[in-house]
């Protein structure tokens, strides 16, 4: 895959409805042939990204480029992508083979070679056999797999998914994601796919951008926002983070303590350099998943908590204990794998903690 190169950038790019604001000064650079996807809870802005993108709506500030060339004010027909939505949007009244090779009828190409394409759009999703049945013979999954081939057979820069898998359920759409995500893999064209499913990023997602509340909060792969997200939003949306409130406290040796109600904790600052220059005192958040938390012997370790076992979840391969710690009870989450954990603790029982300084990090709200 060639990710070097920027394909698609937008550059400070508002839209307000009427007088609502409801994007604010959006930069992103889509890179050629990635999987991006966009992630945000309802109503953060993603489908108005999508739009802008796309050319449904005008922009209210800001640009968009296209290979560096402002395609700010290009009309939606001749912008080279294609869109997939969620409720698939086909032609009742048309075969499948007729819904896949409508782009190209509208376009005049010659019949042998809409046919020709068509049979090879269809041949991609798996869908050969379906040619000739209309939309309501089939089932939700392979409506949606038109779809992707009506999209895919204008040969466009960029494919644009809105929640493509949203009315799916859940086992075919995790096998919609898989398919979604082979294709992209084969074709080798740029995605760039909404969703409010973090399980769903994570799984498909080349990259990731957060956004909340019209503002992109992160852009980074999964990895990087499972394991160094850099504010308080991503760290509460991503996962299951424990999040511990206090006051920063001094730096030590790269890392930077925190003081919560259950003590000192050291953490590192690598996903948010600027917190080692920020001033003692500040709020701030100690971030760090269930899976850094660990039991010791002893105390004296850095990190050290102690606490009380006030729930075990069995969740199949791990137990999700939740731990009262401190004054307060401050219930933090510990994930052990069931063999280990969930046999050998139980409700009520004193237990010591730690996590490695660099497990956790620290985020602003
Ligand atoms: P998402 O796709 O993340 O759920 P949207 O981009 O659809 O979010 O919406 C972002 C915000 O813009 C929401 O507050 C929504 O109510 C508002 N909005 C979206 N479309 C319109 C519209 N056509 N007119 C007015 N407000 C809109
Ligand atoms: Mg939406």
């Known amino acids: 895959m060639s990710h070097n190169s920027d394909l698609l950038t937008l550059r400070s790019v508002s839209k ?8 604010h000064g959006i ?8 999987f991006l996807t966009v992630l945000g809870p309802s109503g953060s802005g993603k489908t108005t990204v999508l739009r802008l993108i796309g050319g449904l709506e005008p922009l209210s500030a800001g640009q968009i480029h296209l290979d560096g060339k402002d395609i700010s004010h290009m009309p939606i027909n001749r912008r080279p992508f294609n869109t997939v939505f969620q409720d698939y949007a086909l032609f009742p ?5 007729k819904n896949v090779g409508y782009g190209l009828s509208v376009r005049h190409e010659p019949r042998k070679e809409i046919a020709r394409r068509v049979a090879e759009a269809l041949a991609l999703v798996r869908l050969g056999p379906f040619a000739e049945r209309y939309p309501a013979q089939l089932s939700g999954g392979q409506r949606q797999r038109v779809a992707l081939a009506r999209a895919l057979i204008c040969r466009p820069r960029l494919i644009l998914l809105d929640e493509p898998l949203a009315a799916l359920d859940l086992e075919l759409r995790r096998q919609m994601q898989e398919f979604l995500k082979s294709i992209q893999r084969e074709i080798k ?12 990023a994570i799984g498909m997602a080349d990259r990731i951008c957060v956004m909340q509340a019209g503002h992109i909060r992160q852009l980074g792969t999964p990895h990087d926002l499972y394991y160094r997200p850099n504010c308080e939003f991503v760290a509460r949306f991503f996962g299951e983070n424990n999040l511990v409130p206090g006051m920063l406290g001094p730096v030590t040796g790269g890392l930077r ?8 904790l050291i953490c590192s600052v690598e996903n948010q350099p600027s917190l080692l220059n920020a001033a003692e005192g500040a709020a701030a958040f100690a971030a760090f998943r269930p899976e850094a938390l660990h039991r010791v012997e002893t105390d004296g370790t850095e990190n050290h908590l102690t606490g009380h076992v006030a729930n075990l979840a069995f ?11 401190g004054d307060n009870a401050l219930p933090l989450r510990m994930r052990l794998p069931s063999r280990a954990g969930g046999s050998v603790l139980a409700a009520g029982q004193r237990i010591l903690l730690s996590f490695a300084p660099h497990e956790g990090h620290l985020v602003l709200g």
């Open 257 to 264: 303590s925190i003081d919560t109600a259950i003590g000192r």
């Open 16 to 23: 307000s409805y009427g007088v609502v604001p409801v994007l």
């Open 315 to 325: 969740a199949g391969a791990s137990t999700v204990v939740t731990i009262a710690t």
């Open 27 to 34: 930069d992103l650079a889509v890179r050629d042939g990635e």
């Open 189 to 200: 064209t740029t995605f760039l796919f909404v969703t409010h499913d973090q399980e769903e």
């Open 93 to 97: 009244h048309m075969t499948v083979a």
